[in-house]
């Protein structure tokens, strides 16, 4: 099983808009970091979730959705 290494540094993005990189410094973040790939783990699955993957494969990341860690409302 792979191990996490939780010394990593934690960093929150505050939003207010559906889209997790617009208005945020989030693809800054991402690309300082050299990161190519975008995991999404957020409530609202069919508007912020889905509108975030989107605007991350525009941005050319590689994105996944974690089933496990996302809701929606009826």
């Known amino acids: 099983?792979?191990?996490?290494?939780?010394?990593?540094?934690?960093?929150v993005v505050e939003k207010n808009a559906y889209n997790g990189f617009k208005g945020t410094?989030?693809?800054?973040?991402?690309?300082e970091r050299r990161m190519e790939e975008v995991i999404v783990m957020v409530a609202?699955?069919?508007?912020?979730?889905?509108?975030?993957?989107?605007?991350?494969f525009l941005r050319v990341f590689r994105d996944?959705?974690?089933?496990?860690?996302?809701?929606?409302?009826d």
């Open 25 to 31: 410094c989030l693809e800054e973040m991402l690309k």
């Open 1 to 11: 099983m792979l191990e996490l290494d939780w010394k990593l540094e934690v960093k």
């Open 44 to 56: 609202m699955t069919n508007m912020c979730c889905e509108t975030t993957m989107c605007d991350a």
């Open 64 to 73: 996944f959705f974690s089933m496990d860690a996302t809701a929606t409302a």
